[in-house]
T-cell receptor, first 113, second 110 residues
Framework: KAGVTQTPRYLIKTRGQQVTLSCSPI?????VSWYQQTPGQGLQFLFEYFSETQRNKGNFPGRFSGRQFSNSRSEMNVSTLELGDSALYLC????????????FGPGTRLTVL | EDKVVQSPLSLVVHEGDTVTLNCSYE??????LLWYKQEKKAPTFLFML????IEKKSGRLSSILDKKELFSILNITATQTGDSAIYLC??????????FGKGTKLTVNP
């Protein structure tokens, strides 16, 4: 079974731009969660989608948004990028809700200049 | 606010040593505690603990949960250089969100 895949793996953007990251979960998994990882803050929860509906949201500004498609693939969008958005963005999938074990993708490394 | 604290933040040992990593948590309506190993990018799942006092074991790694004192430990015996990684602990409460600690960076020197 293929694991969680994320694209692109690396991104470089400038302040003020917007970016869209993609995550394909493990086949059969319906829940996708997104996390931001920085050296100072560690892994922080962004949001979770299950069956195309956002179930949970972390404490991030409205510039961070996401969606999930009928095939469970998910996208995350960050608008009006700031330097502080530079981070590793990880997505994790699970079979059901986030109560099930989450399996992580390799992440997208975003650098904002 | 839900929080997870891991200690130590970093640890350097020699091959063959035994290490204990600590994780304390405060989450509302606790459901489970998870341990992950992160080497390069993707954290990989190690253990999920839901009951107190029941040790979970996988090879040289083991973990146990104390729901009364709100902590968990991860033990690694006979460490190898391949155990070098960041070990992440996460707690899940009633909201079902995973709250992560900042991790323990383990370095095993030959």
């Amino acid at each position: 079974k293929a694991g969680v895949t994320q694209t692109p793996r690396y991104l470089i953007k400038t302040r003020g731009q917007q970016v869209t990251l993609s995550c394909s979960p493990i086949s059969g998994h319906r829940s996708v969660s997104w996390y931001q990882q920085t050296p100072g803050q560690g892994l922080q929860f962004l949001f979770e989608y299950f069956s195309e509906t956002q179930r949970n949201k972390g404490n991030f500004p409205g510039r961070f948004s996401g969606r999930q498609f009928s095939n469970s693939r998910s996208e995350m969008n960050v608008s009006t990028l700031e330097l502080g958005d530079s981070a590793l963005y990880l997505c994790a999938s699970s079979f059901g809700t986030s109560g099930d074990t989450q399996y992580f993708g390799p992440g997208t490394r975003l650098t904002v200049l | 606010e839900d929080k997870v604290v891991q200690s130590p933040l970093s640890l350097v040992v020699h091959e063959g040593d035994t290490v204990t990593l600590n994780c304390s948590y405060e989450v509302t309506n606790f459901r489970s505690l998870l341990w992950y190993k992160q080497e390069k990018k993707a954290p990989t799942f190690l253990f999920m603990l839901t009951s107190s006092g029941i040790e979970k074991k996988s090879g040289r790694l083991s973990s146990i949960l104390d729901k009364k004192e709100l902590f968990s430990i991860l033990n690694i015996t006979a460490t190898q250089t391949g155990d070098s990684a960041i070990y992440l602990c996460a707690a899940q409460g009633g909201s079902e969100k995973l709250v992560f600690g900042k991790g323990t960076k383990l370095t095993v020197n030959p």
